[in-house]
């Protein structure tokens, strides 16, 4: 009790409301582990950088960094209906215009509450994945990795395309998934093409590489599956 009383004077109350139900979807409904909770900062800014699978992902991240407060870079036609317009604005998530290369508000604003301290989450693909497989990293999470110099936590999602299918409508709860979270990487270990042109590509080629290179582990319970 003592522990959610702590995270409700921190957390922003419809955030903790939100996480807390997509941690019981994550663990009752749909079976899910993770692994490497450990690896989560304590204190400080950090960025979660993790492939993507599903419109499962973002609310499953948040469930298991459940003591940390994330933020979410998501497209700007998400916010397009009232009822989303009014849920994601009040649960941490960033609006990001796609269409508009010139609009850096977003960024700049991720840049904001990471020098504040604050957890950001970014699709280093920048879309779902349509059968599980990686796609082409993006250049946006090498130059906010770059830009702040905070901590790159390398995330990957297993499972989460077979639940909910790019064009479904309805989860498959007979599926399961896991969440992996890896070690931190720092700034002298990911940016290390300063001289380079290509240095925020680079560099998110780099964060994309250790996402692929987490695999996945063994079912907890049977050490089997």
């Not at 994330?70 to 849920?87: G, V, Y």
């Not at 931190?184 to 380079?196: A, K, N, T, W």
Request: glycine share 6%; charged share 20%; hydrophobic share 40%.
């Amino acid at each position: 009790m003592f522990f959610l009383e702590s995270l409700w004077n921190i957390m922003n109350p419809y955030y903790l409301m939100t996480i807390l139900f997509c941690d019981l979807c994550f663990r009752e409904l749909f079976g899910g582990q993770v692994y490497g909770q450990e690896n989560i900062p304590v204190s400080g800014p950090f960025i979660v950088a993790s492939n993507h699978l599903s419109h499962l992902d973002p609310p499953f991240i948040g469930a298991v960094f459940r003591r940390r407060e994330l933020m979410f870079l998501a497209r700007k036609t998400l916010f397009k209906s009232r009822f989303w317009n009014f849920l994601l604005s009040r649960i941490n998530v960033i609006p990001v215009d796609k269409e508009n290369s010139a609009d850096i508000s977003a960024v700049r604003m991720a840049l904001s509450l990471l020098k504040n301290g604050f957890g950001i989450t970014i699709f280093p693909e920048g879309t779902r994945s349509l059968d599980g497989h990686f796609g082409v990293a993006q250049p946006g999470i090498g130059f906010l990795a770059c830009k702040s110099q905070a901590p790159v936590l390398p995330v990957r999602i297993f499972g989460t395309h077979k639940i909910l299918k790019k064009y479904s409508t309805l989860p498959d709860i007979r599926q399961k998934s896991k969440i992996v979270i890896g070690e931190p990487l720092f700034p002298e270990q990911y940016d290390l093409f300063q001289s380079e042109k290509e240095r925020y590509l680079l560099t998110a080629n780099y964060i994309l590489g250790r996402i692929k290179q987490i695999q996945e582990p063994r079912c907890k319970f049977c050490n089997v599956c």
